[in-house]
C-alpha cells in the first residue's frame, strides 16, 4: 500500500467511509430478521431461500446460489437443514434427469408465505420514516454503488505518487 493511501486511511474515522452505514445498517437488518425468523423457527437465511424458490416449477439447485449470491458451502447447509425441517424437496428435473430441482413443500409454502410478509412489514416501515424523494435518491446511491462494484476493479485502480 502507498504511504499517501495509508496516511489517508489512518486519519478517516469509520463514520466516513462508505461500507460503514451499509455494514451498521446490514447488522442490524439481519438480527432484525433473524429475531423475527426464530418466532416461526427459521433463520433469515431460510426465509431468503424460500423466497428464491420457484413455487410453480421450482428452482435449479445450481441456480439458487447465484440468485442469492451464497456460497455453495452455505447453501448446501442450508438446504439440507431446510430438507431436514420439511420445508423443501429435491426432484430430478422432468426433461434434464441430471440437474436437481428445488421445490417446496406445502409447510415451506406457508414458511415463505411468513417470509414474505415479514419483508413487506420490514419494507413498510423502513419506507414510512422516508420521503418518495429520499426513496428515489437511495436507489440510485445504492444502484451507482453496485455498479462500481460489478465492474470488480476497485482495488486494481493505481494510486498516484504525489
Not at 460503514?20 to 425468523?37: D, G, M, Q, T
Request: contains cysteine; glycine residues 6%; positive net charge.
Amino acid at each position: 500500500m502507498h504511504a499517501y493511501l495509508f496516511l489517508f486511511l489512518r486519519g478517516m474515522k469509520a463514520e466516513e467511509t462508505i461500507d460503514f452505514p451499509i455494514r451498521w445498517a446490514w447488522h442490524r437488518i439481519s438480527r432484525i430478521y433473524n429475531l423475527e425468523a426464530g418466532k416461526h423457527g427459521i433463520t433469515m437465511s431460510i426465509g431468503y431461500c424460500l423466497l428464491n424458490i420457484d413455487r410453480k416449477d421450482g428452482t435449479p439447485s445450481t441456480k439458487l446460489g447465484p440468485m442469492m449470491g451464497m456460497e455453495s458451502r452455505s447453501l448446501t447447509r442450508t438446504l439440507k437443514t431446510m430438507e431436514n425441517m420439511g420445508l423443501i424437496e429435491r426432484r430430478a428435473d422432468k426433461k434434464d434427469k441430471r440437474m436437481v430441482r428445488i421445490f417446496l413443500t406445502p409447510f415451506g409454502i406457508e414458511s415463505r408465505e411468513i417470509s414474505r410478509n415479514t419483508v413487506i412489514q420490514f419494507n413498510e416501515a423502513v419506507k414510512a420514516g422516508l420521503t418518495k424523494k429520499e426513496q428515489e435518491q437511495f436507489f440510485h446511491i445504492m444502484g451507482k454503488i453496485n455498479r462500481t462494484l460489478d465492474a470488480n476493479n476497485i482495488f486494481e485502480q493505481k494510486i498516484l505518487n504525489t
